[in-house]
C-alpha cells in the first residue's frame, strides 16, 4: 500500500544565539498508511510531540526544520509549502487533537459554533447546514444530548465531553490523518477507556489513519497497529505491535517494560530504569542510552547505532542487541 | 493485626458551592461519610477519579482542612478534641508527600533548608547536628548529601520527589498521606520512587495512606485497597484480591479499563456510559445507579443507599453483589 504519510530524516532544532543548539528531532523517520494506527511512545522531552507538530506545520517560531527533512502527504512534501499552501492540509487533510481540551477550545464561544467554524473553514456552506452538520458530528462522537451540547459552552462540559467535542472540531473536515497527542493523558482511566475506543471506533468508521503519540505504552496495547519508541530524539524502536510487546529488542524498550507496574503481576520488586531522562541540550554522545543502559559497551558512548530491520521489520537502534550491521 | 494506628469514622466534608453567580446553593459532599482504618506498617490506597474526594480524605485527616462531621483517631487520640498546640504535636508524626513536588517546595529556599525546616520546628535533633541530619536523609532517599546547597529548580521530577519524601521523612513521622506521589513522572523515573517508597516503608515500619488513581500502581504497593466514588467508599478489602476478583461493578469497570501493556492478554473492556453524578445533589440510592451495568439493577439501588457489608474477603456496597453476572 502506499503510505499516506511517509516522513523521513526529520530533524528539528531550536538554535541557542550562545551555547550548543538543541536538537529536538534528530532523523526521525516514518510512514502511516491509509487507516492505520501507529503509536508514538516516549517519555517527555523525547520528542514525540515535536514530531506531531512538524505534521502540520505548527512548531515554534523558534524551531528550525533540518534542511534534509521531508514530510510527504498524499505526495506533497508538506515541509517545502508556504504556510498559505499548508493550511489546505491543516485542519483540512491532517487534524490534531491534544491533552488538554479546554486550552485548545475557545472559553467564549458555544461548542456548536466552534464546531461550524471549523466546518465552514474548509466547505463553503451555510451557517444552518454547518450547525446541523456540527449536531450530527456531536452525536457521532458520542455526546448524549447533541441538540443541547451545541448551544453548551466549553466550561459546562466535563473532561471527557471537552475531549469529545475535540475530535468532533478535528472530524469536521473529514482529514485523511488525525494526530492524537496524549489525547486521554488528563482523563480518569474510565474516561480514557471511552476515548480511546471512540478514536478507534471513528478511525474504522472512516478510515482515517491515526497518529497516536503517547508516554503510555498499556495504552498502545491492543489498538496500535504499529509501534515506534523514541528516545531523545531519535526512533530506538520500531516494530508492530505484536511482535515490540512480545520481544522488545532495544534496552530502553525493555527497561520501560520492567519499569511499569501492572495489574497481573506476581508483586515482585519493579526495575526501574536508572537515571533521568537528559534533555537536549545535554544528549550524551553515540547512542543517547547509553549512561542509563545496563548493556552498555564502549562502542555505545563514541558511535550512534543505526535503526536495523530483522526480516519482520521489527527495527531496533542498538549496538548491543540488534547486531552492528547498517 | 495489631492495634490500629489510624481510624477514621464517619468522615464528612463539605465545601459551601459559592461562585460569582451563584450564592448559598447546597454544599457540595465531597466526602461522605468514609471509614477506614490503617495498621502500623501498612498500606491502605485510597483509589478513585477525580472528584470522588479521595485527596479531600487525605487533606482531612491530616487536619489541613476541617472535618464536616465524623471522627479521625491517630494512635488512640482523637485529633477533633486537640488544641491547635497538641495538634501541631501529633502532625510530627503525620506526614503528606504531594503529586507534584515542584509546587510543594519553596524555589528560593535550598533543599537543605527545606528538609531543616522540620527538624527545626519540632526539635529533632540538636542545631548543631542538622547538617549531618539532612545529609543523611538525602542519602536514605538516594541523593548525594551535595544536594542540600542546591534549589528546588536545579533537580528532575524524580529527585524533587525524592527530596519531598526526605522533607517528609526528617521529623520520623509513623503516617504518611502519599497524594498521587508518582503520578507527575515519567515511566522509568515512578518505579525508582515506587521502589523508595517500599523500602523506606519496610525499613522504618511506616504506615502509607496512598491516594492514586492507578490500580496498577496500587496493586505493586498496597496492602488493602479502598474504591471511592462519588465520595464513598464502594468496596474495599485486600488488594491483590479486590483487583483479581471485583465485586462492585464500579470496581469491575476501573479494572477492566486499567490499560495493560501486553496485546495478547486484553481484558474484556467495561466501557461505562455517561458521567458521575454531581457531587451537590448525590442520589437518594447507590451512587453508582446512573451508570451501573449490572444486570440485576433494580428499583432498590434507585431508592436505597447501599451500605458497605461483607461479601467474600471484601466489604462491598452493592445490593446485588453477591449474584453472578
Known amino acids: 500500500m502506499t503510505p499516506l504519510l511517509e516522513i523521513d530524516q526529520l530533524s528539528i532544532s531550536f538554535p541557542h544565539r550562545d551555547g550548543p543548539t538543541a536538537l529536538a528531532v534528530d532523523g526521525v523517520s516514518l510512514t502511516i498508511s491509509p487507516g492505520e494506527l501507529v503509536a508514538l511512545v516516549g517519555e517527555s522531552g523525547c520528542g514525540k510531540s515535536h514530531t506531531g507538530l512538524a505534521m502540520l506545520r505548527l512548531l515554534p517560531a523558534a524551531a528550525e526544520l533540518g534542511e534534509n527533512s521531508v514530510i510527504r502527504f498524499d505526495g506533497t512534501d508538506l515541509a517545502r509549502l508556504s504556510d498559505a499552501e499548508v493550511r489546505r492540509y491543516r485542519g483540512a487533510r491532517i487534524a490534531m487533537v491534544f491533552q488538554d481540551p479546554m486550552a485548545s477550545l475557545n472559553p467564549v464561544m458555544r461548542v456548536g459554533d466552534q464546531i461550524s467554524e471549523a466546518i465552514r473553514a474548509h466547505a463553503a456552506v451555510t451557517s444552518a447546514v454547518a450547525r446541523a452538520r456540527a449536531v450530527e458530528l456531536l452525536a457521532e462522537v458520542g455526546l448524549a444530548d447533541p441538540r443541547s451540547a451545541v448551544d453548551a459552552w466549553p466550561h459546562q462540559l466535563s473532561g471527557g465531553m471537552r475531549q469529545r467535542v475535540m475530535l468532533a472540531i478535528a472530524l469536521a473536515a473529514e482529514p485523511d490523518l488525525l494526530v492524537a497527542d496524549e489525547p486521554t493523558t488528563a482523563l480518569d482511566v474510565t474516561v480514557q477507556a471511552q476515548i480511546l475506543e471512540l478514536i478507534d471506533a471513528l478511525r474504522q468508521r472512516r478510515r482515517m489513519a491515526v497518529l497516536l503519540i503517547t508516554h503510555d505504552l498499556g495504552v498502545v496495547a491492543g489498538r496500535a497497529d504499529r509501534v515506534m519508541v523514541m528516545y531523545a530524539g531519535r526512533i530506538v524502536e520500531s516494530a508492530t505491535t505484536a511482535e515490540l510487546f512480545a520481544a522488545p529488542r532495544h534496552p530502553y524498550t525493555r527497561g520501560l517494560f520492567a519499569s511499569i507496574p501492572r495489574l497481573d503481576a506476581d508483586g ?4 526501574p530504569i536508572t537515571g533521568t531522562v537528559p534533555p537536549p541540550d545535554r544528549w550524551p554522545s553515540g547512542c543517547r542510552f547509553h549512561p542509563r543502559c545496563p548493556l552498555a559497551e564502549s562502542r555505545c558512548g563514541t558511535e550512534a547505532p543505526g535503526l536495523v530491520a530483522t526480516p519482520t521489520g521489527h527495527a531496533a537502534a542498538c549496538w548491543i542487541t540488534a547486531g552492528s550491521g547498517s | 493485626m495489631s492495634a490500629p494506628l489510624l481510624e477514621v469514622e464517619g468522615l464528612v466534608k463539605q465545601f459551601a458551592d459559592r461562585g460569582i453567580l451563584r450564592r448559598g446553593g447546597p454544599p457540595v459532599r465531597a466526602v461522605d461519610g468514609v471509614s477506614l482504618t490503617i495498621a502500623p506498617g501498612e498500606t491502605l490506597a485510597l483509589v478513585g477519579e477525580s472528584g470522588s474526594g479521595k485527596t479531600t480524605v487525605g487533606r ?48 528560593r529556599r ?15 535533633v540538636p542545631g548543631a547536628a542538622i547538617p549531618e541530619r539532612v545529609a543523611a536523609l538525602l542519602g536514605e532517599v538516594g541523593l548525594d548529601p551535595s544536594a542540600a546547597g542546591r534549589y528546588p529548580h536545579q533537580f528532575s521530577g524524580g529527585q524533587r520527589q525524592r527530596i519531598g519524601i526526605a522533607r517528609a521523612l526528617a521529623v520520623e513521622p509513623k503516617f504518611i498521606v502519599c497524594d498521587e506521589p508518582v503520578s507527575a513522572l515519567d515511566v522509568s523515573v515512578q518505579a525508582q520512587v515506587l521502589n523508595l517508597l517500599m523500602d523506606l516503608r519496610d525499613q522504618r515500619g511506616l504506615a ?57 492478554r486484553q481484558r474484556n473492556r467495561i466501557v461505562l456510559a455517561g458521567e458521575p453524578p454531581s457531587p451537590t445533589v448525590p442520589p437518594p440510592g447507590c451512587p453508582f445507579a446512573s ?15 447501599p451500605a458497605l457489608r461483607p461479601v467474600g474477603r471484601h466489604d462491598v456496597a452493592c445490593h446485588h453483589a453477591e449474584s453472578d453476572q
Open chain 2, 110 to 124: 535550598t533543599v537543605g533548608a527545606a528538609i531543616a525546616e522540620g527538624l527545626e520546628i519540632h526539635d529533632v
Open chain 2, 208 to 264: 502509607y495512606l496512598f491516594i492514586a488513581h492507578d490500580l496498577a500502581v496500587v496493586r505493586q504497593v498496597a496492602h488493602r485497597v479502598a474504591v471511592m466514588y462519588l465520595g464513598t467508599i464502594v468496596e474495599t478489602g485486600p488488594a491483590r484480591d479486590v483487583i483479581a476478583t471485583p465485586r462492585h461493578p464500579y470496581t469491575q469497570a476501573l479494572v477492566s479499563a486499567v490499560p495493560n501493556p501486553d496485546p495478547a
Open chain 2, 60 to 107: 482531612t485527616i491530616l487536619r489541613l482542612e476541617q472535618p464536616t462531621a465524623g471522627r479521625v483517631r491517630f494512635e488512640g487520640i482523637d485529633l477533633g478534641t486537640l488544641a491547635p498546640r497538641e495538634l501541631r504535636a501529633v502532625r510530627r508524626r503525620m506526614q503528606i508527600v504531594f503529586q507534584d513536588p515542584f509546587a510543594s517546595l519553596n524555589p
Open chain 1, 268 to 271: 515482585s520488586r519493579l526495575v
Open chain 2, 291 to 305: 451508570r451501573c451495568f449490572h444486570p440485576a439493577r433494580d428499583e432498590r439501588c434507585i431508592a436505597e443507599r
